[in-house]
């Protein structure tokens, strides 16, 4: 079975202040008024274009592949568009590719797009559902992130920011396949990932480079996925933030930074349980989690804390995966340690404890045993692993 297409392309700062921005605010102009009931969820996206050189009179030389990602999107494959400028990294949904003109053709469509696009020349446009922040102002994890893709015209050699950047979009592929939009109803509560990554913006992204350069490190904070290093972020700016008031109610940052951990773990342990069991049969596969099968050889959607607490303790499937996939030492403390120190994390998930005030002392203690403060934190004993294990 061939692996799914996806896309890449650069935005050009020549056509607006922040092209990219002028998108997010078309997105989040949507959002809002579904929330406020004036718009339904069909009418939430934005619409990116691959604008034509004034120098190119012909068609794209590869735009037959670009548009054939439609077939697949159709058939309910998550599929792909990555944004960079170099500095910076984001992904989006992608629900419709066409080299239709848009603005004449179809109707009611200006309002879906920044207003620089009407002066311009489209060879195609992409509607995106969702825009979603991978990496912010850091040009080194950018380039990491960017090697996991492999461009299908280039012999699928791993991209390159330097050199490889020909022929936009870039058509690509993945080794391994990432659901950036699967999880959005378990982690965000039914939010687009858009609304989530521009509150508080600079400062989060301020705070994520604090965390990066001065308490995680780079190397550690590079190898974590892109959503537990903005959950920590997030948690950690909030945290900071209010620290001082005792009254204010903390489970916000703890919550946010059980997700991390939440996050983390699902990378770490279903990205371990596919490769050792994908190739076996369906029964050696499966197990029960919470009265549902779960196919441990190709584990399609988000488990919580809770969930994989009780497959590590419990599951003699998980138990034997997690052996069979990690060192000694690694396997040991997955399964022996581990599900004890998720403990008081699986309580803040549960939506049971959301009714209660957290207060700040409790707050404390998870986020000093997660981020390493006064001991060697959680986050950094699960990179440590996930490195081990490449």
């Avoid at 991978?134 to 461009?151: F, G, K, S, Y």
């Avoid at 599951?315 to 120190?341: E, H, T």
């Amino acid at each position: 079975m061939s692996r799914p297409r996806h896309l890449l392309a650069v935005w050009n700062p020549s056509y607006a202040n922040d092209p990219l921005d002028a998108h997010v605010r078309v997105l989040l102009h949507w959002a809002e008024r579904r929330r406020k009931g004036e718009a339904e969820d069909d009418d939430v996206y934005v619409w990116w274009a691959r604008i034509r050189s004034p120098n190119r009179q012909d068609d794209l030389p590869h735009l037959a592949d670009v548009l054939a990602l439609q077939q697949q999107i159709d058939d309910g494959v998550e599929t792909h568009l990555y944004l960079t400028d170099y500095r910076s990294l984001y992904v989006g949904l992608l629900d419709e590719v066409t080299d239709d003109d848009i603005l004449r053709e179809w109707e009611g469509e200006a309002g879906h797009m920044p207003a620089y696009y009407r002066e311009q020349r489209v060879d195609v446009w992409f509607r995106l559902l969702d825009l979603r922040r991978i990496v912010a102002d850091d040009t080194l994890a950018v380039i990491e992130e960017l090697r996991r893709l492999r461009n299908v015209h280039y012999h699928d050699r791993p991209v390159s920011l330097y050199g490889g950047m020909t022929n936009l979009p870039l058509v690509l592929t993945r080794d391994e396949e990432v659901g950036w939009f699967r999880d959005t109803s378990t982690l965000l509560g039914g939010r687009l990932w858009v609304e989530r990554d521009s509150e508080n913006r600079s400062e989060t992204e301020r705070m994520a480079r604090e965390l990066r350069d001065n308490l995680v490190g780079p190397e550690l904070w590079a190898v974590l996925e892109p959503a537990t290093r903005s959950f920590l972020a997030t948690a950690e700016a909030d945290y900071r933030a209010r620290r001082e008031d005792p009254a204010f109610d903390f489970s916000g940052p703890a919550i946010e930074v059980a997700k991390a951990v939440e996050t983390e773990l699902n990378a770490i342990l279903f990205g371990a349980t596919r490769r050792v069991l994908r190739s076996r049969p369906p029964r050696e596969r499966e197990t029960r989690v919470d009265g549902r099968l779960v196919d441990l050889g190709d584990v399609a959607s988000h488990l919580t804390l809770g969930a994989i607490r009780h497959l590590l303790e419990r599951d003699d499937l998980m138990q034997k995966a997690v052996r069979a996939a990690f060192s000694g030492a690694d396997g040991n403390w997955l399964l022996g340690q581990l599900p004890y120190q998720l403990a008081p994390l699986v309580e803040l998930r549960n939506p049971a404890a959301h009714s209660a005030a957290l207060d700040r002392e409790r707050a404390t203690r998870q986020r000093e045993a997660v981020l390493g403060i006064g001991c060697e934190g959680l986050i950094v004993q699960l990179a440590r692993v996930k490195l081990r294990s490449r």
